[in-house]
């Protein structure tokens, strides 16, 4: 069975539990599901946060978003995929990122959503700009961040 991703980028926010409901509904090939929800904090190293602004090119984004999510595909035996980011701007304590895996088992599962979610928290084509206390920045991805994400490499 050829299992299709659902990639979506919107500005709109998202329902997680409606979003894993449409993914399994009516599936009894499915014995784990892994999902992250990235939201926007309200502070960053002790300074608030007043908003995040997350801009992209869409067509860019969607692609690449798409074809990390194949590769997961690829590399693991999934049942069923969705990544949903928001763009725009989006206060603290609303959803920005979901990546949802479904898998038969739950070592599958995990793998892949954090294979996603290190490529799009370092790679994905979004921009993000910080708004704080002391005017706006643009965010870069962090040595941390990079570090989790090569690990994915393939040799």
Known sequence: MTVAATIRIQDADFDVAQEI???TK????IGAVVSF???CRGSEKGEPIAALTLEHYPEMAEAEIRRHADEALSRWPLQGLAVI???GRIAPGENIVLVVTASPHRRAAFEAAEFLMD???TNAPFWKR???VHG???IEASDHDDAAAARWTKS
């Open 21 to 23: 409901a449409a993914l």
């Open 26 to 29: 009516g599936r009894t090939d």
């Open 37 to 39: 929800t990235g939201i």
């Open 85 to 87: 980011h928001r763009f």
């Open 119 to 121: 490529y799009l928290k």
């Open 130 to 132: 910080e708004e704080g």
């Open 136 to 138: 706006t920045g643009w």
